[in-house]
T-cell receptor, first 113, second 113 residues
Framework: QQQVKQSPQSLIVQKGGISIINCAYE??????FPWYQQFPGKGPALLIA?????SEKKEGRFTISFNKSAKQFSLHIMDSQPGDSATYFC????????????FGSGTQLTVLP | ETGVTQSPTHLIKTRGQQVTLRCSSQ?????VSWYQQALGQGPQFIFQ???????GRGNFPPRFSGLQFPNYSSELNVNALELDDSALYLC????????????FGSGTRLTVV
């Protein structure tokens, strides 16, 4: 059962544009929603994360928008740069002993110069 | 402060063989989680070790096993390798079972032929 659905699978944006990646979750027990960035040959690196008590969180050019009632959250990358070209994963975790991450399937972002 | 280091970086094994992957956690982290990332997919949780004991397990068969040592480093063992075990294996360390977020290593690329 895929508990976190991510779209689009791939995204091409011009330099300076806005990149938007969307995720939807099913399990209402999730209470932590991070986004990870992964470059080829590297492990995922935490980019930004949000908890459901806020609707938006901004860190630099990266913003998470969170809609609890719709069970959706999205990543917005403002002023996208070629260096942002990577694979982005949304994830979710819920309270429990292990607090493991449930990942989406990933979005490959290409920012054209 | 050192990050998470994994070894080896690449490995080729034959179907039916056994493999051991190693992970050194980030300084100050006492929890290690292992994830399997198939090509083009998001990472999937295998299991987590906290204070040298398995603390949670994903949907993986018993031939996937692990250890955590007193210095918090960890091993992932896979017996009776199958072709579908070919993947990037990621180790992630954290403090106290993941409540403070995870730091991922660069992974071990396992190819089963």
């Amino acid at each position: 059962q895929q508990q976190v659905k991510q779209s689009p699978q791939s995204l091409i944006v011009q330099k300076g544009g806005i990149s938007i990646i969307n995720c939807a979750y099913e399990n209402t027990a999730f209470d932590y929603f991070p986004w990870y960035q992964q470059f080829p040959g590297k492990g995922p690196a935490l980019l930004i994360a949000i908890r459901p008590d806020v609707s938006e969180k901004k860190e630099g050019r990266f913003t998470i928008s969170f809609n609890k009632s719709a069970k959706q959250f999205s990543l917005h990358i403002m002023d996208s740069q070629p260096g942002d070209s990577a694979t982005y994963f949304c994830a979710a975790s819920k309270p429990g002993s292990a607090r493991q991450l449930t990942f989406g399937s990933g979005t490959q972002l290409t920012v054209l110069p | 402060e050192t990050g998470v280091t994994q070894s080896p970086t690449h490995l080729i094994k034959t179907r039916g063989q056994q493999v051991t992957l190693r992970c050194s956690s980030q300084s100050g982290h006492n929890t290690v989680s292992w994830y399997q990332q198939a090509l083009g997919q998001g990472p999937q949780f295998i299991f987590q070790y906290y204070r040298e004991e398995e603390n949670g397990r994903g949907n993986f068969p018993p031939r996937f096993s692990g250890l955590q040592f007193p210095n918090y480093s960890s091993e992932l063992n896979v017996n009776a390798l199958e072709l579908d075990d070919s993947a990037l294996y990621l180790c992630a360390s954290s403090v106290n079972r993941g409540g403070g977020g995870y730091t991922f290593g660069s992974g071990t690329r396992l190819t089963v032929v």
